[in-house]
């Protein structure tokens, strides 16, 4: 299994601004994924983060409005940019440990755009 | 493409009372499947996977899975409902090539006393 952290854990921010997310892992892993989940919603996947190399987003999903980096294998940042009320859900890592198929989720970020 | 059905979006159980979800999945080849609970404010802890072999897979908190490839499905179940269960249940299908999980919409639990 795998520790996951997030920071921030909520957040309230103002339309047009820009919120950066913090996902920290206890192990080294090589999958780490960034959802987006709307509120009352399933969960959606924004990209694949790479370590060492541009993410790969999901169709829908562009960097401009989400810009993801990954330093090494147990860091990653999601930026939420330009934010507008749609915007408004809970953001979650999740990582898939090497040797597993089992993914592990973080707490989540609850952002609340207004 | 892959995709994941949860016909039931919400479910009322007696504490106590036994519970099925139900969940389908539509993928070629055979699937990697889990079910995932969040509860309140949480984010997603994994229950149970499914990924080869016994067909009847026991995971945390008392629940099991029965994965039937006739049915296209994978339905949770546990014996006997406590209150600590209400929360929302989700059921996903991992597509081993991509490592991405395509989720359900999900079934939201409540359970009265």
């Known amino acids: 299994s795998a520790v996951i952290s997030q920071k921030p854990s909520r957040d309230i921010c103002q339309r047009g601004t820009s919120l950066t997310i913090q996902c920290q892992v206890d192990?080294?892993?090589?999958?780490m994924f960034w959802y987006r989940q709307q509120p009352g919603q399933s969960l959606t996947l924004i990209a694949t983060a790479n370590q060492g190399s541009e993410a790969t987003y999901e169709s829908g999903f562009v960097i401009d409005k989400f810009p993801i980096s990954r330093p090494n294998l147990t860091f990653s940042t999601l930026t939420v940019s330009n934010m507008s009320p749609e915007d408004s859900s809970i953001y979650l890592c999740s990582v898939v440990p090497g040797g597993s198929y089992e993914q592990y989720f973080g707490p989540g970020t609850r952002l609340t755009v207004t | 493409a892959q995709s994941v059905t949860q016909p039931d979006i919400h479910i009322t159980v007696s504490e106590g009372a036994s519970l099925e979800l139900r969940c389908n999945y539509s993928?070629?080849?055979?699937?990697?499947l889990f079910w995932y609970v969040q509860s309140p404010g949480q984010g997603l802890q994994l229950l149970l996977k499914y990924f080869s072999g016994d067909t009847l897979v026991q995971g945390i908190k008392g629940f099991e899975a029965e994965f039937k490839r006739s049915q296209s499905s994978f339905n949770l179940r546990k014996p006997s409902v406590h209150w600590s269960d209400a929360a929302e249940y989700f059921c996903?299908?991992?597509?081993?090539?991509?490592?991405?999980?395509?989720f359900g919409t999900g079934t939201r639990l409540q359970v009265t006393l």
């Open positions: 192990s080294q892993v090589t999958m």
């Open positions: 993928y070629g080849a055979t699937p990697y």
């Open positions: 996903a299908v991992f597509t081993g090539t991509a490592s991405k999980l395509t």
